[in-house]
């Protein structure tokens, strides 16, 4: 089996870092550059995306057989927006490989029904219909929709801008089994199943993940601890970068 690419930098307790939607491992490069001051810090592209464009992956399970495959033995998993599903799913099917999870900006269930807020299903077929006739623009729309709202959203839209684009194109393939899992996976129910302490954390201004589902999603996993940035929408990692990493630095670090 063809690996999928990484990149690890630093000495110490494994952190694996799990890019979103759209995205690539090099949304991390200035996260990685603060953590690995600390611990081994580990990103990856996951099938389809960035420097592993070539692979594919059908569904969620996939995915994480993919990553894991690649990864350390046992790690911090911390994944953002889709990546916090994947993070999630690895914690739950395989919880001997993980210390301990962090979600960012993430859901269990990302769609939006009834009594549940999230992404209205229309948003989801609309980027699904965009990307097959442009996926360039469609990717720096939904990079603009993270940003939205944050005082410093221009420059974290360039940054983020920058730092994806330094690689392969996302595959259109890959876009749309991410698409059908943001709008069909539902974690809620195995939730409780989690064995591992959890942290997640979300953004005040996120449009995409309602920082209201916090308190919602505590009711699944009581044990779990949970923060939101205040200047932050989709992107807490880049808005509120220094805030972010010392978060992360005290949740990995305790006992």
């Given at each position: 089996?063809?690996?999928?690419?990484?990149?690890?930098?630093?000495?110490?307790?494994?952190?694996?870092?799990?890019?979103?939607?759209?995205?690539?491992?090099?949304?991390?490069?200035?996260?990685?550059?603060?953590l690995s001051q600390l611990f081994r810090v580990h990103s990856v592209d996951l099938?389809?995306?960035?420097?592993?464009?070539?692979?594919?992956?059908?569904?969620?399970?996939?995915?994480?057989?993919?990553?894991?495959?690649?990864?350390p033995e046992k790690a911090v998993y911390l994944g953002w927006s889709l990546g916090g599903l994947v993070a999630t799913n690895i914690a739950l099917k395989h919880p001997e490989r993980v210390n301990k999870l962090i979600t960012v900006a993430s859901s269990p269930k990302f769609a939006a029904e009834k009594g549940w807020r999230g992404i209205m299903p229309k948003v989801l077929t609309d980027f699904t219909q965009q990307l097959t006739s442009n996926f360039k623009l469609t990717i720096e729309g939904f990079m603009m929709l993270q940003a939205l709202g944050s005082p410093s959203a221009r420059h974290d839209v360039k940054a983020i801008k920058k730092q994806v684009f330094s690689?392969?194109?996302?595959?259109?393939?890959?876009?749309?089994?991410g698409l059908g899992i943001l709008s069909q996976v539902d974690l809620r129910p195995a939730l409780s199943d989690i064995t591992v302490p959890m942290l997640r954390l979300y953004g005040r201004l996120d449009g995409l993940v309602p920082n209201k589902i916090a308190d919602a999603v505590a009711n699944y996993v009581p044990e779990s601890e949970s923060y939101v940035f205040q200047s932050s929408s989709h992107a807490p990692f880049m808005t509120e970068h220094g805030l972010f990493c010392e978060k992360v630095e005290t949740f990995v670090s305790e006992k």
């Open positions: 089996m063809t690996t999928l690419h990484w990149q690890s930098q630093g000495e110490g307790q494994d952190i694996v870092l799990i890019h979103g939607w759209g995205m690539n491992g090099a949304v991390w490069q200035t996260t990685m550059d603060t099938p389809g995306y960035g420097l592993s464009h070539e692979q594919s992956a059908i569904d969620l399970d996939d995915i994480c057989q993919q990553v894991l495959a690649g990864a690689r392969p194109m996302p595959n259109p393939q890959a876009l749309k089994v």
